[in-house]
């Protein structure tokens, strides 16, 4: 053999060890044997936001608790069985970990990486308490109309 025919073999043994790596490495982990995941990654995963980004910008308002110890940091570690409270628009959202994923999957799947322990009001609810959260008055009382006001005008202007 000649050292072209060595070298030509050198690369392709480099070049299947590193195929063989690839694959051990995603086999592992589409196993779902992560016991660890950064939690602004979790968030993303899970899609309660759109990005990484908005995920990271929760965990450093410090409106994120785990376990009831407040997250200042995106990069904080987050584990199965873990319990999540955290602000979404108008709800309040307490969430268990279930699982880690390794992906951003679609939303069935992301819906198997946590329990909802207290599931947002749905928004019929929402809008009646909004309502009754709002002074009633009786028809009649409260501000005069634009009209009412013009009558008030007219007989203080006659005396």
């Known amino acids: 053999m000649n050292e072209h025919c060595i070298g030509e073999i050198c690369a ?14 995603f086999s592992l982990m589409s196993k779902n044997q992560i016991n660890e995941m950064r939690i602004d990654k979790w968030l993303w995963h899970a899609r309660f936001f759109k990005s990484r980004t908005l995920a990271g ?4 308002s410090g409106k994120l608790n785990n376990n009831d110890v407040v997250i200042r940091k995106a990069r904080a570690l987050l584990k199965q069985g873990d319990i999540l409270t955290f602000p979404k628009g108008d709800d309040r959202r307490v969430i268990k970990v279930v699982s880690l994923s390794t992906r951003r999957g679609p939303a069935s799947e992301a819906a198997s990486l946590y329990e909802d322990l ?3 009001k749905p928004l ?9 959260s709002v002074a009633l008055r009786a028809p009649g009382t409260g501000r005069p109309t634009k009209a009412e006001r013009r009558a008030i005008d007219k007989l203080r202007d006659h005396d």
Not at 57 to 60: P, S, V
């Open 124 to 132: 019929a609810k929402k809008r009646l308490e909004r309502k009754s």
């Open 57 to 60: 910008r929760l965990c450093a």
């Open 118 to 120: 207290e599931p947002p």
């Open 12 to 25: 392709r043994i480099v070049e299947d060890a590193s195929l063989l790596l690839k694959t051990l490495k």
